[in-house]
């Protein structure tokens, strides 16, 4: 028997098929291949690296997405079954809309599937697999399985990622994961994650580095400080997503640079506090921004801050104050995105009890495309004012200082990479970084300014 793992990729990833510099393997995949028998040929595809192979010899296909995939994961899993190919379906937008998952697939998975999987995969063997596999509840990550980190495939360029954690104690009522995990945080054994730290291999790069993947590594202090105090003895660099709490106990910020954090990406959200309290993050507060950002960077932890566009309480010259408020505190990046009703969350059930979502096309809610009527602007004007932040970020416009130094940072890497080269056996894996370094220090030494563009 064999299995065949499918992750899509969005159209933009599509055309650049191939490209690997910097993505990384999510951990789903290589969790269920960890729970499915020896016996069980495995593959993972992922789209963004490699076409989907169709005329594979899969008995069973399983993918999984969030909700701006749908559409065009249902296509893929049509073309499966057209060929007489089982599929399985599950992940965060197939668990609330069910039904509408199985038009397109042989059985859904509703909720987390490490419970499910084997009694699933032996019903498939038996010839009688249910429609609908409902997940008792939250799983217990005392048993959670170490991943198949060897099964990712080979043209990642970074391969190694674990998690702590499932799950964030926050309420922030737009947030998909919060909900999906019922407001509760879920932690692993620190002996687990310290065996799968130190078991991770691949070149140089990958021995050395590594990402958590929790949904918010620093949900319960407590465990965090145990967890890098555990985890310093390995002499690793790892980045995580955090909570802007992280930065308020100064034991914490000198655990994480002893224990190897490079960067943190951390929801800022909104410079504007009214915001902040309409998405009930109340745990964030704009005054203290600044300083959070300083002290990590006294640490030599970069940061990446992310924002949301769209709130209630946001209106035109948004825009211009948080690109001038994200380079007065001194983030290393930051990723805009426009405010998106999640199928699910509080946000989406009030959004759409005013009557305010117009568009229903699933592919349009990745955080770029606005489905709802915002209040203080019209839905055109938020998208294009979106695109206009987007371009005065795209090349680390943040600070010509901050520019310098990634440009020095990186001639350095990339003359290391080109003595690397010379070796045969690092050859495959130094040339695409090469190549990513080398494009970056083009881009550097051009003067992009948002007014030239």
């Not at 990729?9 to 098929?17: I, N, P, S, W, Y």
């Not at 407001?183 to 002996?191: A, K, L, N, S, T």
Request: glycine share 6%; aromatic share 12%; proline share 5%.
């Amino acid at each position: 028997m064999k299995i065949g793992f499918i992750a899509p990729a969005l159209d933009l990833d599509r055309e650049k098929q191939g490209e690997r510099i910097f993505l990384l393997p999510p951990l789903t995949f290589p969790v269920l291949a960890a729970l499915t028998p020896d016996d069980i040929e495995v593959e993972i595809i992922e789209e963004r690296l490699q076409p989907i192979p169709y005329t594979a010899d899969y008995d069973l296909v399983g993918l999984t997405f969030v909700t701006a995939f749908a559409p065009y994961a249902y296509s893929i899993a049509d073309k499966f079954r057209e060929l007489g190919i089982k599929v399985v379906m599950g992940g965060p937008h197939a668990s609330v809309f069910p039904g509408e998952a199985l038009q397109h697939a042989d059985a859904v998975v509703v909720g987390e599937a490490e419970e499910i999987w084997q009694p699933l995969l032996r019903d498939f063997q038996q010839g009688r697999m249910n429609k609908i596999y409902q997940a008792s509840g939250l799983v217990d990550l005392k048993n959670f399985p170490q991943p198949r980190l060897d099964l990712a495939p080979k043209e990642f360029a970074f391969r190694n990622s674990t998690l702590a954690s499932k799950g964030c104690p926050f309420r922030c009522n737009f947030c998909f994961t919060s909900f999906i995990n019922q407001y509760q945080q879920r932690f692993r054994h620190i002996d687990d994650v310290f065996r799968d730290i130190e078991a991770m291999d691949g070149n140089w790069l990958d021995r050395k580095h590594f990402v958590f993947w929790d949904d918010n590594l620093f949900g319960n202090p407590r465990y965090a400080k145990e967890l890098l105090r555990a985890i310093t003895p390995l002499n690793k660099r790892w980045a995580a997503a955090a909570s802007v709490n992280i930065a308020t106990d100064p034991e914490t910020v000198r655990l994480l640079e002893q224990a190897g954090c490079a960067a943190l990406f951390i929801g800022l959200e909104s410079i504007n506090s009214a915001s902040l309290q309409e998405s009930q993050k109340y745990h964030n507060h704009v005054s203290n921004y600044h300083d959070m950002v300083k002290r990590l960077h006294d640490h030599g932890i970069g940061i990446t801050g992310a924002f949301v566009f769209g709130f209630d309480q946001d209106d035109r010259s948004v825009f211009d104050r948080t690109l001038e408020f994200a380079i007065k505190i001194d983030l290393d990046c930051m990723t805009p995105a426009i405010l998106t009703p999640l199928p699910g969350t509080p946000f989406y059930h009030r959004i759409k009890q005013e009557g305010r979502i117009f568009d229903h096309d699933w592919s349009h809610y990745d955080y770029y495309h606005v489905v709802f009527e915002p209040k203080q602007m019209t839905a055109e004007e938020l998208y294009s004012l979106l695109k206009n932040v987007k371009v005065g970020t795209s090349f680390c416009q943040f600070s010509l200082k901050k520019c310098q130094e990634c440009l020095v940072a990186a001639s350095k890497l990339y003359d290391g990479i080109r003595i690397g080269l010379d070796s045969k056996s690092n050859r495959d894996h130094l040339e695409p970084l090469a190549y990513g370094v080398k494009l970056f220090t083009t881009l550097a030494e051009i003067d992009f300014t948002v007014d030239k563009i």
